[in-house]
């Protein structure tokens, strides 16, 4: 787990260090962009992940973990690295990707419990006695 952190924050860094002082500029001064993309990304995924948990899925864990992972904010590798490869704005998907990283941190807790509680799993598992007596 540390040498995986080691990793990320390794990765982020070199991220940063291949942006140029103009995109940095320009990323902090895209107020929409930001707003629009830490509230799509914070707050309406999440919401689809309401959604995910109820779909019809098999294994019904499945849709469980689609909506735990709509809650997920957005990963270096998707969130930089296929801007990149698209030609995008690097430096608005970096500053989105540590920001909603970093918010994260204090939103999860209160939005995985919803989707939690949401999920038919869930209430199976709580009735069955844990989660491997739906399996």
Do not use: W
Request: hydrophobic share 55%.
């Amino acid at each position: 787990p540390g040498d995986l952190l080691i990793r990320g924050a390794a990765a982020v860094v070199l991220q940063g260090l291949q942006l140029r002082r103009k995109e940095a500029a320009a990323a902090l001064s895209a107020s929409g962009a930001i707003a629009y993309g830490l509230a799509a990304i914070l707050l309406l995924t999440p919401l689809l992940g309401l959604a995910a948990v109820q779909l019809p899925l098999q294994p019904p864990a499945l849709a469980l973990g689609l909506g735990v992972f709509c809650c997920m904010p957005t990963a270096l590798s998707s969130g930089v690295t296929f801007t990149q490869q698209l030609g995008g704005n690097v430096s608005l998907a970096l500053l989105l990707t540590i920001s909603s990283n970093i918010l994260g941190i204090f939103t999860m807790p209160f939005i995985l419990p919803h989707i939690l509680a949401a999920a038919p799993i869930t209430h199976a598992a709580a009735s069955a006695g844990g989660l491997a007596a739906t399996s």
